[in-house]
């Protein structure tokens, strides 16, 4: 009898070293396969730069467009918005002030340089509005020789006529260097026109 209770008792100790033994190897195994923590979401280029594309294409031809500007316009106009939509009417883009949002408008024929030379343009209306005072405005159209230009447009009046869009147009030359120069208030912007843009939308 005392025999047949050591022979129970010995294969129960053997059971539990059997189970204690699997129940380690499943462990390990549980915690090789195991997948790790979560790690921190890292900034996209999105989170960093706040740009929105529409579709695929323009998010394609907008990024190799903010590629030409060398204007860190994040740093120097907080809050603002650039937004790659498509073509509307004839417009090629729109600069919102009191949203402090740009509109550039991507057709099927538009090209990243196409867009540079508009996104240019609208940049140099936020770097104005944002930026410049009215003593800085009277420097510029001093400096253009057309004291007599009115800064804003008023009811119908084209962009080209007013102080804003010379400043826009050559804060675009600046960006882009391209000859398309279409203000009506002032000629080809100079050496020092450029510097003078240059100064007041770097602060």
Do not use: K
Not at 137 to 156: E, Y
């Amino acid at each position: 009898m005392l025999t047949r209770i050591r022979l129970i008792s010995l294969s129960l100790a053997l059971t539990a070293i059997v189970v204690a033994a699997a129940f380690v190897q499943m462990s390990g195994r549980r915690s090789e396969t195991a997948e790790p923590p979560p790690q921190p979401l890292s900034l996209t280029t999105s989170a960093m730069q706040p740009v929105s594309y529409s579709t695929p294409e323009a998010r394609h031809l907008g990024q190799a467009t903010l590629e030409l500007i060398d204007y860190d316009w994040v740093a120097h106009l907080p809050g603002w918005r650039i937004e790659f939509l498509p073509g509307e009417g004839s417009a090629a883009g729109y600069t919102w002030s009191n949203e402090q949002r740009i509109e550039v408008f991507v057709r099927e024929n538009s090209t990243a340089e196409s867009l540079a030379r508009v996104l240019a343009h609208e940049l140099g209306h936020a770097v104005d509005v944002s930026l410049n005072s009215p003593e800085e405005r009277r420097q510029w159209l001093l400096q253009r020789g057309a004291t007599d230009a009115p800064w804003w447009p008023t009811s119908g009046a084209p962009d080209f006529q007013t102080g804003a869009g010379d400043f826009a147009e050559t804060f675009a030359a600046w960006m882009v260097s391209d000859l398309e120069f279409r203000s009506i208030v002032g000629p080809t912007p100079t050496v020092d026109d450029i510097a003078l843009v240059a100064a007041l939308a770097l602060g």
